[in-house]
């Protein structure tokens, strides 16, 4: 996870949380008194009854805002916590991070004492659907091939979920990977890629030569013209995927 220390310097700045994300993810926890957040990051979606972040990036940690839960540094795979420490346990767009799945799934079984929920994307359904990367960056489809995590393979490791399509609105706060679907200029932002990991970390060299093509094509309205169907949307299902489990 040092990754982050580079990666989440600008975290602050693109990745502000959704509101209308944050009530689908805040719904999922039902009713939890306290809930620990694991991969926290800067802290987006935490709700008031969060009770510690675990977050294994200092610079990441540094960026929460004042008044946020308290934070530890810490890897998923070896929680430094007692069991059935909290009602949920909560982990949004970070078990593709993770070394070790099985262990960290375990570690968050251990911990929750009634709930988890997992926020994560299916691959399939987001390189088939997200023009970006179908169209223009399919080295960045295939970077992620190789650390997706298939939606089956969480629910047997949690030992079952509901799963729950999470929609990306047209005007979506949180600069994630497919935020910006509606809005491509966004992509040729460097401050934008460098908070997109599966950008960031396929690399500059890799994605130029899509980036290019994708300038020239809203330059000359192409991409409008072969994207006029999602200039109608105001939400748009990229893959992205909420799990949640009671344990």
Do not use: K
């Not at 990441?60 to 934070?71: D, K, T, Y």
């Not at 393979?153 to 509606?182: K, N, Q, Y």
């Not at 966004?186 to 899509?210: H, K, N």
């Amino acid at each position: 996870m040092a990754i982050y220390d580079t990666l989440g310097a600008t975290y602050g700045r693109t990745r502000q949380p959704d509101p209308r994300i944050a009530r689908q993810v805040h719904a999922a926890l039902g009713d939890a008194r306290t809930v620990i957040n694991i991969g926290a990051g800067t802290g987006s979606y935490e709700p008031e009854q969060t009770v510690l972040a675990v977050e294994p990036s200092q610079i990441m940690i540094a960026q929460r805002p004042r008044g946020s839960a308290p934070a530890v540094c810490a890897v998923a795979e070896q929680l430094p916590l007692r069991a059935d420490a909290a009602d949920a346990v909560m982990a949004l767009l970070t078990v593709h991070h993770w070394t070790d799945l099985a262990a960290g799934i375990t570690e968050l079984r251990r911990v929750a004492r009634r709930r988890i929920v997992i926020l994560t994307w299916d691959q399939e359904i987001f390189r088939e659907t997200f023009w970006l990367v179908r169209e223009y960056l399919p080295q960045a489809a295939a970077f992620d091939d190789n650390r997706a995590v298939p939606i089956g393979r969480l629910e047997a490791l949690l030992g079952g979920a509901r799963v729950e399509p999470v929609h990306v609105p047209h005007d979506c706060t949180d600069g994630f990977g497919a935020a910006f679907w509606r809005r491509p200029h966004a992509y040729l932002d460097p401050q934008v890629r460098a908070g997109i990991s599966m950008f960031a970390q396929t690399g500059e060299a890799a994605l130029a030569p899509g980036l290019a093509a994708l300038t020239e094509d809203l330059a000359t309205g192409h991409w409008h013209r072969r994207q006029a169907d999602l200039l109608a949307l105001d939400t748009f299902d990229v893959g992205y995927r909420l799990l949640v489990a009671d344990v």
